[in-house]
């Protein structure tokens, strides 16, 4: 029987959606058949493209999309940092807050009220249960923890999700200014 060496271990990947449109997962999905060159290489261990409920130990890389909108997605950062050897920020929103931090200028209560009340709901009320409370502002992860590896887009595009991916598998940072934002 041969002994596993460190080489022909996989790496454990992550990916995890926050405040954002998922568009970052879908291109991640458009590298089409270069998923299955990542998967020699990878074991995904948490995604919303798997069904693991808990976000384990000892992940190798995570891809985060998304913005810090609500306490929900804070805890969620706060416990993946330290499970996480390399973290990066997945996209315009994780790295900008973009889109989500358009309500920003508004103030929270004014965005919820606007959304439940203004937007012609049936019966409009503010949710006091199933939606995680709003942080103040939207804010990049970086405003939080350290992020390693920054993938700018919006989304990226799937040929650059790649080629970070491939480097960061062969223990090099990405050199990700060459890439364009429109098909790298």
């Known amino acids: 029987m041969k002994k596993e060496t460190k080489k022909d271990k ?3 990947l992550a990916t995890i959606w926050l405040d954002g449109c998922s568009g970052c997962h879908m291109s991640f ?5 270069r998923i299955l060159l990542l998967a020699e290489k990878v074991d995904i261990v948490f995604s919303p493209l798997v069904d693991v409920k808990e976000f384990p130990e ?3 890389i995570t891809l985060i999309e998304g913005a810090l909108g609500t306490e929900e997605d804070l805890h969620k950062l706060m416990k993946i940092r330290p499970r996480t050897k390399i973290l990066v ?16 200028p508004f103030g929270t209560e ?6 439940y009340l203004e937007m012609g709901a049936d019966r409009p009320q503010i949710p006091t249960q199933g939606v995680p409370p709003l942080l103040p502002r939207a ?14 887009g919006c989304p990226p595009s799937a040929d650059t ?18 890439m ?5």
Not at 29 to 33: F, K, R
Not at 92 to 104: E, F, G, L
Not at 110 to 115: F, G, I, S
């Open 180 to 184: 364009t934002r429109f098909g790298a």
């Open 139 to 152: 804010l990049p992860l970086h405003n939080y923890v350290k992020v390693d590896v920054f993938i700018p």
């Open 89 to 104: 920020a997945f996209g315009d929103c994780a790295i900008t807050a973009n889109i989500p931090s358009m309500r920003n």
């Open 161 to 178: 999700i790649f080629f970070a991916l491939t480097e960061l598998i062969e223990g090099r940072t990405p050199e990700l200014s060459q």
């Open 29 to 33: 999905l458009d590298i089409d058949e």
């Open 110 to 115: 004014a965005t919820l009220n606007h959304v």
């Open 58 to 60: 000892d992940v190798d």
């Open 10 to 12: 996989k790496l454990r």
